[in-house]
């Protein structure tokens, strides 16, 4: 069959084609580019099994959002970022490889310091935490208090907009923030680059699991897809879903007590842990103490700045007006209170169920 008898398909053809062209020449992505939807994934795969089964409604609407309303992927400029010159080339290639999706905000909460990268080996020390400890807050904390970047050993293109250290895994950075519980290791790339396997520290932050399994359900199931993920509140479609909610207590009450006892009953890193709960009564009090651990001197005037601005923007202010906890629900996470309790109280700490003020039960749905 000739063009002429079928102009039309043709023509489908050599558009084709030119498309085809374009995209190799013109609308190729940069390695850059690639190495951030790399990040992105990674960072999300955690979130990806809830979204995927909810209502299809729900999802087109999510999906609708995105399209509407992109967020530029495009980093700040380098002279914000300050340091960078003592990274070495591993740290530096991990930071290059991690793009913000958004431009940090101009005023996003008060900045105690012109934050930098710090010059020198110094230890490295792993903020350690089950998923919903405070993590983020306790890292925009330091910073103000130190004047030092936080790092992490994951790359979450939200808070890249934010925290600059996100991804890099060094002493140039004055914390790193880890989830991790299989394994208590540095990545492997940063081990092979410093001939050494384990961090030097751990300060290993926790929080009543109660609290931590809510905090976690709301930057989970919160739907809005920005940085205010961390601080937004979760769906209730989550939350009244018996089947979907008794898993995740189930899967994150164990989790709790894994990076719980994985990281105390090593003996190999000093370890210092934080409760969440005492941060919030006595403040200055636990700052001191962290900062005497990670053996930074700091001034009165910088310490006063950090907590005088404590709540930032990273730390949610709104709470959920529901107790989604069934009775079942509190059997299992007091089971795993009740095994924790023998390592909890060779560091003085304690947890039981709290209360939810003003909290209802949520209307259930099989």
């Known amino acids: 069959m000739s063009c002429r008898q079928n102009g039309v398909l043709c023509v489908w053809v050599l558009v084709c084609i030119v498309v085809s062209v374009l995209d190799v020449f013109w609308l190729q992505p940069s390695l850059s580019d690639v190495h951030c939807k790399r990040c992105a994934c990674e960072n999300s795969l955690g979130s990806l099994p809830a979204r995927r089964d909810q209502p299809a409604k729900s999802l087109q609407s999510v999906h609708t959002t995105k399209r509407l309303e992109p967020a530029p992927n495009v980093m700040t400029s380098r002279s914000d970022v300050r340091g960078l010159g003592y ?143 961390h601080v937004g509140l979760a769906s209730d479609i989550f939350l009244t879903d018996i089947t979907r909610w008794n898993q995740f207590v189930l899967s994150k009450s164990g989790a709790w007590l894994t990076v719980l006892c994985t990281w105390l009953k090593q003996d190999h890193m000093p370890v210092m842990i934080v409760q969440y709960e005492k941060l919030v009564t006595d403040l200055r009090g636990e700052m001191l103490r962290i900062l005497n651990f990670l053996g930074q001197q700091v001034s009165n005037e910088s310490l006063d700045c950090a907590i005088e601005n404590a709540n930032g923007s990273l730390r949610r202010t709104r709470h959920l007006s529901v107790d989604p906890f069934s009775k079942d629900n509190n059997a299992v996470i007091d089971r795993v209170l009740e095994e924790a309790r023998p390592i909890l109280q060779r560091y003085n700490v304690s947890y039981s169920m709290p209360v939810i003020v003003n909290a209802e039960p949520p209307q259930r749905t099989s």
């Open 87 to 229: 990274l070495d080339k591993l740290s530096r290639d991990r930071y290059e490889a991690c793009k913000p999706r958004q431009r940090r905000p101009s005023t996003q909460t008060v900045q105690c310091h012109d934050l930098t990268f710090q010059e020198g080996k110094n230890p490295i020390v792993a903020l350690a935490s089950p998923p919903g400890s405070g993590n983020t807050w306790v890292r925009y904390l330091l910073e103000q208090a130190t004047g030092v970047y936080t790092g992490s050993i994951y790359c979450d293109t939200d808070l890249k907009a934010i925290y600059p250290g996100e991804k890099v895994v060094s002493g140039n950075v004055i914390v790193v923030k880890t989830h991790r519980y299989a394994t208590l290791q540095l990545p492997s790339d940063v081990q092979e680059a410093l001939g050494k396997t384990n961090y030097d520290k751990v300060i290993l932050l926790i929080r009543n699991p109660y609290n931590c399994l809510l905090s976690e359900a709301n930057r989970k199931w919160n739907v809005d897809s920005s940085v205010s993920n």
